[in-house]
Nanobody, 124 residues
């Protein structure tokens, strides 16, 4: 099982970016999915997460500007980031709570998986 993130880049303040993260491999089910970010010299913090049923949760700093969504059929989570600010500059990581599918097709163990990170840079 792996997560692959896409969509980072350089954008001016006030601009927008859309991040995508697709899970692939032997997947039985995916529970919560989310995005974290880590700025240089700082800890990794939650940006937003979303349950399999679509309930969402956001960090206060991004409420009203970022929107998390998911496509369950394609095991993909998105982060639409609008009105970007220089303080949004960070490496963004996707994460997912995934239950694997065993070789016999049954439910296996569940654990958190992380993507490789994608850089978002917002210039002032």
């Amino acid at each position: 099982v792996q997560l692959q993130a896409y969509g980072g880049g350089l954008v001016q303040a006030g601009g927008f970016l859309r991040l995508s993260c697709a899970a692939s491999g032997s997947i039985f089910s995916i529970n919560a999915m989310g995005w974290y970010r880590q700025a240089p010299g700082k800890q990794r913090d939650l940006v937003a997460d979303i349950t399999s049923g679509g309930s969402t949760n956001y960090a206060d700093s991004v409420k009203g500007r970022f929107t998390i969504s998911r496509d369950n059929a394609n095991n993909t989570v998105y982060l639409q980031m609008n009105s970007l600010k220089p303080e949004d500059t960070a490496v963004y990581y996707c994460t997912a709570d995934i239950t694997i599918r065993t070789p016999w097709g049954s439910r296996g163990y569940a654990r958190d998986y992380w993507g490789q990170g994608t850089q978002v840079t917002v210039s002032s």
